[in-house]
């Protein structure tokens, strides 16, 4: 590894603490966790504004109910007040967000928004990606048809954006087992269960500086208690 990244309290307080933009269509279940997860401390970072095309959703509801900023986007004949893309890189700019984090955002990210914010924009999506990914692939859907392809694993994913859906950067995964008797929604507890805590470790990571990207491309996850270990290595004690 290049660089050694120091993660320890004392160091960590010499890291810029991080800016968070998120983006909700839904529950807002891994919004939630993410914003516990920066109270307690395990993220170095703040949530400072909600995105959603969803002004109702309970992700925005409880946005509002932390006096964390809403904004809606994209803008639409059903949101004609919404935000356009060029307005909301204004916005996030004005905000100084550093990193923005789709938690079941069901809308493309346009390339404007992808250009503005390079290898900063993250994904969580309920499947092992590449499998079971692309338009039409969120939700219930994406477990109906794991359950439909006879796979007997599945797990969470995440991954940096690009400008198609679910074809950036694989950053983490987790994997669940897919039981012979398992309908979808039993399947999304448990995806989603491990979504909760993968993304609070990818983001926890993100805001630590502790990912670094390979000669490939490839993104990896550095220890937090020994930043020269790599999460994925063979000599990291997860990989045992
Ligand atoms: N530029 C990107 N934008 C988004 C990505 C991405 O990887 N790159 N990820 C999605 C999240 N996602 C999967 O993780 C996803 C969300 C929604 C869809 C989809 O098919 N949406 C429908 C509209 C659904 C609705 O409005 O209710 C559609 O486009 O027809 C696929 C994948 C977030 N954005
Ligand atoms: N392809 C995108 C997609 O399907 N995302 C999924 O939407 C759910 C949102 O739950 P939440 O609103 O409770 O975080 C999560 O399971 C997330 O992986």
Redesign the pocket.
Known sequence: MESYVATDNTSRSLIQRKRLAVF??????????IHEAAKEGLVHGDITILVTDKPG???AEYARDKQIPVIIFPRSMSSPDAVSATELVATLRNFEVNFLL?????KLIPVELVQAFPRSIL?????LLPAF?GKG???L??HKAVIASGARYSG?TVHFVDER??TGRIVAQRVVPVLADDTAEQL?AR??HQ??QLYVEVVSALCEDRIVWREDGVPLLCCRENPNKLLSSKNSGNNR
């Open positions: 909700v269509s839904g529950e807002g279940s891994n919004f939630k966790a959703c309970g992700g789709l938690a079941g955002f069901l994904n969580i999506h309920p499947s990914s692939f969120y939700g859907k994406v969470p859906y679910d999304a995806v989603l979504e909760h």
